[in-house]
């Protein structure tokens, strides 16, 4: 008889602990679902549409690269509808450390994070003057992330074709345009240095974003960074927090409030050739809008 007892007692926490596994599966799952989302999509190099008849002479395009006019297909949808482009400090004040109310302006937009990733010359030819006709058209300034090597920046006084130099970087951050931020000083794989070389990628970066930006307003830059080839470990975590506010990663993933681990491991979504204009609207049409709850 106690046998029997047992065995039904043996049973009934059985099931409620099942119960209570896939109850707590169940709501995990719908939160994760429903949790408001914000891209944050990672670019690099800016070309021009290659003609049709491209011969064998004409560099090939990588398949990091995105052409302006799909880029300005894809910037000028999220415009026209209203889409609220964050600076690396906004979403840090607004969305990570919450240390700032929401602007009443922007209420019921859908935020957006555009960001760039290297030193290219194009985002200077390609890039800037996308910003600057779309402020001509719609009287909307568009803020763009760069994350920068300032070790590979080329001198102001030469005309390099392949990197940035200070004077554009000025150029873009004083109309408005750039959001300037650090992507370590030589673009090394952090996670294989030493503590020595690892501060000097972390630190020198940091002090030449600033040198670069003397006399304009400049207490935004070279406080955020992005980890080079998207790789980071607890060492890298501990060493960059020294210098930079927050850290992001390149791991496909939808940066969703209320879900993330570490302010040093903010998700981004890569952008690569393949994804057109189309694709990438559907990824933005999935942010979240703003509502004083957030």
């Known amino acids: 008889m106690k046998f029997i007892k047992f065995k039904k007692s043996k049973s009934f926490i059985l099931g409620f602990c ?3 596994i896939v109850v707590l599966a169940t709501n995990w799952l719908i ?8 891209p944050i999509l990672g670019f690099h190099s800016i070309i021009d549409n290659p003609p049709p008849n491209n011969n064998a002479g004409t560099k090939q395009p990588l398949d990091s690269d995105y052409t302006k006019q799909d880029l300005q297909q894809f910037l000028d949808y999220l ?8 600076s690396t400090q906004d979403l840090y004040d607004y969305f990570i450390a919450k240390s700032k109310p929401l602007p009443p302006e922007r209420i019921g937009q859908r935020p957006i994070m555009i960001s760039f990733d290297d030193s290219y010359k194009t985002y200077y030819t390609n890039l800037l003057p996308i910003l600057e006709l779309l402020e001509q058209t719609y ?3 568009v803020k763009v992330v760069l994350f920068l090597n300032p070790g590979l920046l080329a001198k102001d006084q030469t005309k390099s074709t392949t990197h940035l130099n ?13 959001d300037l931020q650090s992507h370590g000083q030589t673009h090394k794989d952090l996670t294989k240095l030493n503590p020595q070389d690892l501060d000097f990628e972390l630190s020198e970066s940091k002090k030449q974003l600033i040198e670069c930006t003397e006399g304009l307003d400049n207490k935004t ?4 960074l992005a980890y080079p080839y998207g790789h980071v470990n ?3 975590e501990a060493a960059v927090a020294k210098y930079y506010l927050s850290g992001y990663l390149y791991n496909s993933r939808m940066f969703k409030l209320g879900w993330l681990r570490s302010q040093y491991q903010i998700p981004r979504l890569t952008v690569n050739r393949e994804r057109t ?4 609207i559907k990824m933005a049409e999935r942010a979240l809008k703003v509502t004083v709850k957030n």
């Open 18 to 20: 099942l119960t209570f």
């Open 31 to 38: 939160l994760n679902l429903t949790a408001p989302r914000i």
């Open 79 to 86: 415009v026209r509808q209203d889409f609220w482009f964050l």
């Open 139 to 141: 009287n909307k300034k």
């Open 166 to 178: 200070c004077g554009d970087l000025r150029e873009g951050f004083r109309k408005g345009f750039f």
């Open 221 to 224: 830059v070279g406080i955020h």
């Open 234 to 236: 607890k060492q890298v």
């Open 277 to 280: 204009p189309e694709k990438l």
